[in-house]
């Protein structure tokens, strides 16, 4: 197993600790392409990266981003889109050119040609240098449920009861939550230069777990992670809790 794992204390050090890592990627190669998440759990870290963009630390002018997913049917504007989330949690805030910013359009007319274009612009603009992940309880990244082939590319996917009755937490009912989303394959996610996962909190331990003891399969798609030369899983103490 080649994943390195730094274990923190609690979520503001996985979140610094991961804005660490972003910053020297970023300084390394200011044009460096990075792959970026939602959720609860990065939210941290694009907070530590408005600090030290607002600090002098870092600039974003030159770098490209790819989000991992979409919901179908939630325009740019809507408040629970992902397109919304990163420009209210990080875009809006440091100087990225909104340009170079990539997200799957969840309300393209074409899916098929979406997600088709969604993987080539990724392609064309050289792949991921460094790719943020979550991690789901059922051992999702992405929107890649278990079952999800590792070969797959971006693609459109049905969400998980599980991961729907998750994220229902941010709508006014579970009925609001969409039913399908566009995401990053696992092969998209694999060919990333560099892989950072961050897992915080007990409701992630029995995933961290299974991700660190168990087998690598289709059935929990974290597990192809063990396949990749450089991923780092920053953890915290609740997450290990397992
Ligand atoms: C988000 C994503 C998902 C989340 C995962 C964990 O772009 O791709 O895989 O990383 O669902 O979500 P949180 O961080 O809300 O626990």
Do not use: C, W
């Amino acid at each position: 197993m080649t994943m390195n794992i730094i274990k923190v204390k609690n979520y503001d050090e996985m979140s610094k600790k991961a804005s660490e890592l972003v910053v020297n990627q970023i300084k390394n190669n200011p044009s460096s392409i990075l792959g970026l998440a939602t959720g609860s759990t990065p939210e941290g870290l694009y907070l530590e990266l408005i600090k030290k963009y607002n600090n002098g630390e870092v600039s974003f002018k030159d770098v490209t981003s790819f989000n991992l997913d979409e919901y179908v049917g939630l325009a740019p504007d809507h408040d629970q889109s992902y397109n919304y989330y990163m420009n209210e949690k990080l875009f809006n805030h440091v100087d990225i050119d909104k340009n170079k910013t990539h997200l799957p359009n969840g309300i393209a007319e074409d899916l098929q040609q979406e997600v088709e274009q969604y993987e080539q612009k990724i392609a064309e603009a050289g792949g991921i240098d460094l790719q943020i992940l979550g991690i789901g309880t059922n051992g999702h990244i992405g929107f890649n449920e278990p079952g999800t082939p590792f070969t797959s590319r971006t693609h459109v996917v049905e969400l998980d009861e599980s991961t729907r009755e998750a994220n229902s937490r941010f709508f006014a009912s579970i009925d609001d939550v969409p039913t399908h989303a566009i995401s990053s394959g696992i092969a998209t996610i694999m060919n990333s230069k560099q892989i950072v996962l961050l897992v915080s909190g007990k409701s992630k331990a029995e995933a961290l777990h299974r991700l660190i003891n168990g087998d690598i399969s289709e059935d929990f798609p974290a597990s192809v992670l063990k396949n990749h030369p450089n991923v780092t899983i920053i953890a915290d103490e609740e997450a290990f809790s397992a």
